[in-house]
């Protein structure tokens, strides 16, 4: 009996066991210290892997056992453990965390570090920031977003790549581009890459957050973290975004006057200065442009485990331009996983990552092969309709194929083309695959010690075939047509070997140190053949391909190497988490520098508040000083003295193009621009945290400017490498950030200011000349870097990168306005050297605003440039065409008035646009580049959770260049001919900027 009695009591205990274990559904709510939800905090049972999170309303749902421990965490918030106790049901409260000052941010390198320690300037932009409106190209979502980023849309369409510029411009001739890191490794760019495969974007403004890059840091960087597997359960997010482009901005033409001269009706020339018509119109510039698409959808999938991760994810994006015929396409795959062993001891990271890109008939821009000359130019009155059909040809039975069908063909300074013609017979296609492979592996000697190598190869390649149709331009095509191919390929071989300290010295005192090197090796060669202009042509009309090339073509070959190799170190002291002290140094040898070049850094923190302590109206406050020297490395070839003779398309030996500087008797050994800069800078935090502001103040002073200057006679050479100048660009950031609620209604409004002024403080004397010509020839303005002492800075002590020069009008002493006493036209300067004013905004300002009210959420950006000049090549030849709406207008009044006399409207125009050729009024076609657009617009809408599949769905509005709240050039003034140092300031029939309105639909499972 008593054994029975004892099997039940065991029988009885095993049952309370398992009702024990048996896992319960506890579901519950996550709210702030104002009881508003708090949408993904992280829900996990403490100990293992399994977990959740909240959704937009801050609600979970998580089976666990009844005797589990839930862990809540939230990014600026306190954790909480809360063990569940057989509870079904639990509502958290999170505390704001004070802590969350000491955030990591990732530096050079890819060494982490805590934000209180860095002594100088960084920016995160997130990936949530940089995709809310989603785009072909990641890297024009930058504008606005952080301050001391000037960014410059590119000019060419969908995939083209912007101009980014870090506090200003510091190179005369080379490069003045920052240096894009992915995950550490220094790449060649990534405007193509997967902006969903981003988890965050730091910029390094300045030489001492970009110290330990050394001779590629002069320009600052862009670190770009990409994702990688997440722990717990297996996720997976779909991104899908459709946007419709429209011209943003097009030429104002006037209507009321026809095709002629003087008044007089003429069919026989593209002039629109004859009579006054009934019929005139503009819409054939609108009719011409197609409504632009643009298409983007990625799907990712993560998961992981405590020792291991993975992150899988493709990506797709089609365009079609508003210029019929342009398409882009883009196809992006990567895979990263990572494994730790040893018990968790050894971190082993690797990756592939293919990008393949098409580019169909990417239009040209400016006078040549441009469909917007022939667009824009095209006389009032005519019908369009009757050059549209058969791609723009006509049939010529004497040729037996199809012409260009188009009567305003002529030589005046530049091509007049029909549009449709080229975008149907002038064509270019280019195809670029990149693979990108990565490894990396960390090991811990000790707690606070651990050594990791990585290593990086970059292989890439493009074939690029450029075809213009028999009986185009016939000043730079030949009568059967041209074609040209041009097939490249090369490759970046990054390893380096960091050994890595984190260690407390003492109760006080903290030492963070890395010690490494790195080896680059980077080799290219390229293959180019096609047709010398006019000069000869194609075997057969539309013959296109190598073999119909004939005569004297072009043919030239490329094969570079170069190793660049460098040791570093940094250490961080740190005291009382009060004062903080960071060095680097940096030793790099290259093939193409003669001699090793140092660069060092220090820069020194103090959290002012350790020792004030805080208030309710303080709640943070830290000061912070850098100085480092960093360097623009030499382009190949610009050092050595042995460069190679060239051949001609005459089969003539042509002497060295370009030599370092031989003075007869010694050759200079040409160095590496340096930079050497200093910062100071404060963050705040006030009123709880609630308002943050961050101020940087730098100066940096580029040495050794690397460009060209003309050889002598019998030196060997055409022109020589000097290093020859110095500029200063010195300046003021500023980022104001709020957050607050009105009831439910959350608003984040932050603010950035962007001012930097540049001068030119040196020429060398080996410059012949008062000025480097960074730019002449477009027939309008110059731009040149001045001398100091020149006679053209008009009583300015220096002049400045992208000072504008051209021909303006002439004043007498009293400052009375000289017009001539014969035909009454204002009188000009004799040469187009005068200053006009600087292509650069004096300051950028914008606001980027964020609401979220319950499931709703809305953000848009004010963007606004202020200062700066834009001249217009478009403007000046829609005058001399009697086009622009200000020609019709004058011959409304019947003439110009000036000085009290009244001038023929042909006549004035013809004399201040000199007919589109040199010596115009190069001040009356420069407009004002000020600006205010709502660059950016998100209005979005989470829908509520249904079922235990999505997590979360998201569907926006989303838009791009939406409006101008003011403009006053007659065009978008951030247009520019190109993304180039001599490119800006300078607008020449552009393809217009877009407006884009479109769709998000964003998916979490």
Not at 162 to 189: E, F, H, M, Q, T
Not at 214 to 230: D, E, M, S
């Amino acid at each position: 009996m008593t054994k029975k009695i004892y099997k039940l009591v065991v029988l009885l205990l095993l049952c309370q066991t398992y009702v024990f274990a048996q896992n319960i559904s506890v579901t519950g709510k996550v709210t702030d210290s104002d009881n508003l939800p708090l949408p993904a905090v992280s829900v996990k049972v403490s100990g293992t892997t399994q977990g959740t999170s909240t959704d937009i309303e801050g609600n979970f749902t998580i089976s666990v056992p009844s005797t589990a421990t839930l862990v809540f965490t939230y990014i600026g918030y306190t954790s909480q453990s809360v063990p569940v106790q057989g509870r079904t049901t639990l509502n958290i409260r999170l505390a704001e965390d004070a802590t969350a000052l000491s955030e990591v941010v990732v530096t050079a390198l890819g060494i982490e570090r805590s934000a209180k320690s860095l002594s100088y300037s960084t920016t995160n932009v997130s990936a949530e920031e940089l995709n809310k409106v989603t785009g072909a190209n990641v890297l024009n979502s930058l504008a606005g977003k952080a301050a001391g980023v000037f960014v410059t849309q590119g000019s060419g369409g969908p995939g083209s790549s912007p101009r980014i510029v870090l506090r200003g411009n510091k190179s005369i001739a080379g490069s003045n581009s920052p240096l894009y890191v992915v995950d550490g490794v220094p790449i060649g760019g990534f405007s193509d890459y997967n902006p969903e495969d981003i988890e965050s974007l730091q910029i390094l403004q300045g030489a001492s957050a970009a110290a330990l890059y050394g001779a590629q840091a002069a320009n600052g960087v862009i670190l770009i973290t990409t994702k990688k597997g997440k722990l717990g359960t297996t996720s997976v997010n779909v991104a899908s975004t459709a946007t419709f482009d429209s011209p943003f901005v097009l030429p104002e033409l006037q209507t009321t006057y026809g095709q002629g001269s003087n008044g007089i009706a003429s069919t026989t020339g593209n002039q629109s200065w004859g009579p006054k018509i009934s019929n005139g119109s503009d819409a054939h510039i609108r009719d011409f442009f197609r409504t632009g698409e643009n298409y983007v959808n990625s799907v990712s999938l993560a998961s992981g485990n405590e020792t291991q991760r993975i992150y899988i994810s493709y990506a797709n994006t089609t365009a079609k331009a508003m210029v019929p015929g342009y398409g882009y396409g883009r196809n992006n795959i990567t895979v990263r996983g990572s494994s730790k062993a040893f018990n968790n001891k050894l971190t082993v990271d690797g990756g592939i990552n293919y990008i393949n890109r098409h580019t169909k008939n990417q239009n040209f821009s400016g006078w040549y092969n441009s469909p917007m000359f022939g667009l824009y130019l095209f006389p009032m009155g005519d019908d369009m309709n009757k050059y549209k059909a058969n791609g723009g040809g006509k049939w010529d039975a004497s040729r037996g194929f199809y012409v260009q069908n188009w009567p305003y063909i002529v030589n005046e300074h530049s091509s007049n083309q029909n549009p449709y013609w080229i975008t149907n017979k002038i064509t270019r296609d280019n195809l670029n695959q990149r693979t990108n492979l990565t490894g990396s592996a960390k090991y811990d000697l000790t707690n606070w010690l651990n050594v990791a190598g990585r290593t990086t190869y970059n292989n890439y390649g493009s074939d690029e075939e450029q075809r213009f149709g028999a009986t185009s331009d016939p000043t730079s095509v030949g009568a059967n047509g041209a074609f040209n191919k041009r097939v490249n390929r090369g490759s970046e071989l990054y390893t380096d070997v960091l050994l890595n300290a984190n260690k407390a010295l003492s109760s006080n005192l903290t030492l963070i140190a890395n010690a490494g090197f790195s080896n680059t090796i980077t080799k290219f060669d390229e293959i180019f053949n096609g047709n010398d202009g006019a000069g000869n042509t194609l075997f057969y009309a539309d013959y296109f391909a190598l073999q119909g090339l004939t005569g004297n073509f072009i043919s030239t070959s490329e094969k570079t190497k170069r190793i660049d190799r460098a040791v570093f170190g940094t250490a961080a002291f740190g005291f009382k988490e009060t004062f903080f002290l960071d060095v680097t140094a940096r030793n790099e040898w290259s093939s193409t520098v003669n001699d090793p070049f140092f660069y060092p850094s220090a820069g020194l923190a103090y959290v002012l508040t350790n020792t004030i302590g805080t208030n309710n109206f303080l709640s943070y406050a830290k000061l912070r000083a850098g100085y480092a020297e960093v360097g623009n490395s030499l382009s190949f070839g610009q050092a050595a003295t042995n460069s190679n003779y060239q051949v001609n398309t005459s089969e003539s030996v042509v002497g060295r193009p370009t030599l370092p500087f031989f003075s007869g008797t010694d050759t200079i050994s040409l160095k590496p621009e340096r930079s050497k800069s200093i910062e100071f800078g404060a963050d705040l935090r006030f009123l709880k945290d609630k308002l943050n502001l961050s101020v940087t103040y730098y100066n940096a002073l580029t040495e050794d400017q690397v460009f060209t200057i003309a050889a002598p006679t019998g030196s060997g050479a055409t022109s020589f490498y000097i290093n020859g100048g110095t500029i200063r660009n010195k300046g003021i950031e500023a980022s104001l950030s709020y957050d607050t609620k009105f009831g439910a209604v959350r608003w984040t409004p932050s603010l950035n200011f962007t001012r930097n002024t540049n001068r030119i403080e040196e020429l060398s004397s080996l410059l012949t000349t008062d000025r480097f010509v960074l730019n002449s020839g477009n027939r309008l303005t110059n731009l040149f870097l001045l001398r100091p002492g020149s006679s053209l800075l008009q009583g300015r002590k220096y002049g400045s990168y992208h000072d504008l020069f051209g021909k303006t009008y002439q004043y007498d002493a009293n400052g009375k306005q000289l017009f001539d006493p014969v035909t009454g036209l204002p009188v000009l300067s004799a040469t187009d050297d005068q200053f006009i004013g600087n292509a650069n905004p004096d300051f950028l300002l914008n606001m980027n605003n964020n609401f979220q009210y319950k499931n709703f959420n809305l953000s848009f950006l004010v963007d606004g440039r202020f200062g700066g000049l834009v001249s217009s090549s478009t403007e000046q030849w829609l005058d001399f065409k009697g086009l622009s709406k200000r020609s019709g207008e004058a011959r409304d009044a019947g003439g110009v008035m000036l000085n009290g006399r009244l001038v023929d409207a042909q006549t004035y125009f013809g004399h201040i646009s000199s007919k589109a050729d040199y010596g115009a009024a190069g001040l009356e076609y420069t407009y004002s580049s000020t600006n205010i657009r709502l660059r950016e617009l998100a209005l979005g809408y989470t829908l509520p959770k249904f079922g235990n599949t999505f997590k979360n769905v998201n569907l926006s509005l989303v838009g791009r260049n939406v409006l101008f709240f003011y403009k006053k050039a007659p065009f978008d003034p951030e247009l520019a001919s190109g993304t180039g140092n001599g490119a800006q300031g300078f607008e020449s029939f552009q393809i217009p900027s877009a407006t884009s309105i479109g769709l998000t639909l964003r998916a979490g499972f």
